[in-house]
């Protein structure tokens, strides 16, 4: 019989962007997914209190400074963290399986709820919480972005994440990552670490809800066409939407006049902090390229509307040039709902472990816009709506159980 343990899942600097809200959906539907017998699971998520106010304040002030440094003057809306109650409704859904609690956002407050809720074993941490720590932790990982793309980063940044990768490669006993690639990379670039690195399974997932609802009414309220590829990133700069651009004005060059319009959906944020001008190159490229008028960039939206979005698409494209896990967000939601998705070739990337995928070279736009003429005619295997749900329900049960054997990992050292 296995001991009883208590675990907590730390949403401590993943709650402020979409793709970490998504991951930590992810690790809760893997560590859900394998037998409960013994097993107490608590999300814990920081609090808005005055550390994050002065944070945006700060946040507000830097995009006002940095909105000069743009040719229109104007600086698009930034997502920020979302409130306590959002985050309340975000994770109602765990409500029958996880507790969810709220911290004060200090390490001393992080600490008096774990002895408050008797935790056995805390992750993901993004940060070192140091050897003496006295509740086993288990860190995560993100990339090692900044060593392969320096140019993007500046000095500071590079410094910071320096320390932060060294701390954590220096202190952790036992780290998850989500790919082999980063696996990789930790032990190349920090061959004298002690510490476990378990590479996560790729397993996107599925929520029964999405099924539900309609791409058709979705589609229409966004004044969609009825055939449209998507992507859904953030506008950072080593998300390559350029590449996709060039390659969506040669595959529109493809067509005859009397072909049915094919457009191309953009969802996520449209702020890279590193370049306050990157929109702006965005939007001259489009009317260089004079495809603006079949270029629809909706911005951040809801999760459930990006889905049936994604759902009524023709691909998803993924341009990346880095990502820290197969194919990136977008991508594991494409695999889980049977989508088809078009993906540069970047090594993490080729780990996607899904027939429906088609490859073109990182940055070749020409490549890209060959796959883009094949997609509507491409043979894809077909899944409905049980089946995705069963491939969805394997693919975590892989991932709960590299999750259990990581949290195995990190008590071992103390049980013993």
Not at 183 to 208: V, Y
Not at 252 to 273: F, K, N, Q, W
Request: hydrophobic share 40%; aromatic share 8%; net charge positive.
């Amino acid at each position: 019989m296995r001991p009883a343990v208590n675990i907590a899942i730390l949403g401590d600097g993943l709650v402020y962007w979409a793709g970490g809200i998504d991951l930590l959906r992810t690790l809760l539907n893997g560590i859900c997914a394998t037998p409960r017998d013994g097993k107490s699971i608590f999300l814990l998520l920081p609090e808005e209190d005055w550390k994050y106010k002065t944070f945006l304040i700060f946040t507000q002030i830097r995009d006002r400074l940095t909105a000069l440094l743009s040719k229109s003057g104007q600086r698009p809306s930034t997502r920020t963290r979302p409130t306590d109650t959002e985050l309340k409704n975000t994770f109602a859904p765990y409500e029958d399986r996880v507790q969810v609690r709220f911290f004060d956002g200090t390490a001393r407050g992080l600490l008096t709820s774990l002895r408050e809720i008797k935790a056995d074993v805390v992750f993901p941490c993004m940060t070192s919480r140091g050897r003496e720590f006295p509740v086993p932790w288990i860190g995560y990982l993100l990339d090692f972005q900044h060593r392969h793309l320096p140019h993007l980063f500046s000095r500071l940044e590079l410094l910071y994440r320096e320390r932060k990768i060294n701390a954590l490669l220096r202190d952790a006993e036992t780290i998850v990552v989500n790919a082999r690639a980063v696996k990789a990379d930790a032990l190349a670039f920090r061959r004298e670490t002690r510490a476990t690195i378990i590479a996560l399974p790729f397993a996107p997932s599925i929520r029964a809800q999405w099924l539900n609802a309609d791409p058709l009414e979705t589609r229409k309220r966004y004044h969609l066409p009825i055939g449209y590829f998507i992507i859904c990133n953030q506008f950072w700069i080593h998300k390559d939407h350029k590449t996709a651009f060039r390659a969506f004005a040669r595959f529109l060059a493809s067509r005859s006049p009397d072909d049915e319009p094919i457009h191309l959906v953009c969802t996520g944020g449209m702020h890279d902090y590193r370049a306050p001008a990157y929109l702006d190159e965005i939007k001259e490229l489009l009317l260089e390229l004079k495809i603006s008028q079949s270029v629809h960039l909706l911005g951040y939206i809801a999760k459930e509307d990006q889905i049936a979005l994604v759902r009524g698409s023709i691909a998803v494209i993924q341009p990346t040039l880095f990502e820290g896990g197969p194919g990136g967000g977008s991508i594991y939601d494409a695999v889980a709902l049977g989508v088809l998705g078009l993906v540069s070739d970047i090594p993490v990337n080729r780990e996607i472990d899904d027939p429906n995928i088609a490859y073109f070279a990182s940055g070749d736009s020409e490549g890209l816009a060959q796959l883009m003429i094949e997609a509507p005619s491409r043979p894809r295997p077909q899944f409905d709506n049980p089946a995705l749900i069963s491939r969805s329900n394997d693919r975590l049960r892989m991932l709960g159980e590299t999750l259990d054997r990581a949290v195995a990992a990190a008590l071992a050292p103390h049980r013993s």
